[in-house]
């Protein structure tokens, strides 16, 4: 509904896709509206607060529900708690997972279960981030699990890809977006990350677009369990 999301909904429009929006509590309108200003595009919202695993159950129904079928899944929905490890809650802990990666694994395999039932292939991108390769500082339990989300990945393509159906990862950079606005209030912590990206800035939603575009098109046909990383040269 906003942030990578709506920047990766608008990209998908644009190559053609017709789109169904989830955010957590307010319906994605202006964002659908976005999406049908695109000639021919059609786009529906839905709400579902993930960390209900009934919600993230009846969110796929009702997607299906909308056009009928579902041939491209992009897990996006995430949040982040920060506190120190010694302090770190078990609630925390339970929050972050159950949304970043058990509903995660939870809404592909009904993905996997729809798109092997119609028998034609479909795109699954789940997106990771600068964390599933190191672990950050504060947030033990979004690191884990976007280090899980990549073996999940890796686990779900292995099954699937001899079925038509890519499973595959984008693992953008520091991106300004809502989950980054802590790190950028602080004047020390924002200057030695952006010191440290080599294209010299923060990545923004719009930098996705290429990335979700090519792994949910016919161009990535041959690429299964890939993690394709969006950040400015960070990594290298």
């Given at each position: ?134 672990g950050g500082i504060t947030v033990p339990s979004y ?94």
């Open positions: 509904s906003r942030g990578l999301g709506r920047g990766m909904a608008l990209a998908l429009a644009s190559a053609g896709a017709d789109v169904i929006l989830h955010a957590s509590e307010q319906p994605a309108d202006s964002t659908a509206e976005d999406v049908q200003s695109i000639t021919g595009r059609r786009a529906r919202t839905l709400t579902a607060n993930l960390s209900s695993r009934a919600a993230a159950d009846r969110l796929f129904d009702e997607a299906v529900g909308c056009f009928g079928a579902i041939d491209i899944l992009i897990n996006n929905a995430g949040i982040i708690r920060r506190q120190a490890a010694a302090e770190h809650s078990d609630d925390n802990w339970d929050d972050v997972l159950e949304v970043n990666l058990t509903n995660v694994f939870r809404l592909s395999r009904a993905a996997g279960q729809h798109m092997l039932g119609r028998g034609r292939g479909g795109k699954i991108i789940n997106i990771a981030s600068m964390l599933s390769f190191q690191a884990a699990a976007k280090g899980g989300l990549v073996q999940l990945t890796k686990a779900l393509a292995n099954e699937w890809a001899p079925h038509g159906i890519n499973v595959n990862a984008i693992a953008p950079g520091y991106m300004e977006t809502d989950n980054t606005e802590a790190l950028r209030a602080d004047p020390v912590r924002y200057r030695t990350i952006t010191e440290r990206i080599p294209a010299g800035k923060w990545g923004t939603p719009q930098d996705l677009a290429g990335a979700a575009i090519f792994l949910a098109s016919r161009a990535s046909d041959y690429v299964h369990g890939h993690l394709l990383a969006v950040d400015g040269g960070w990594l290298g």
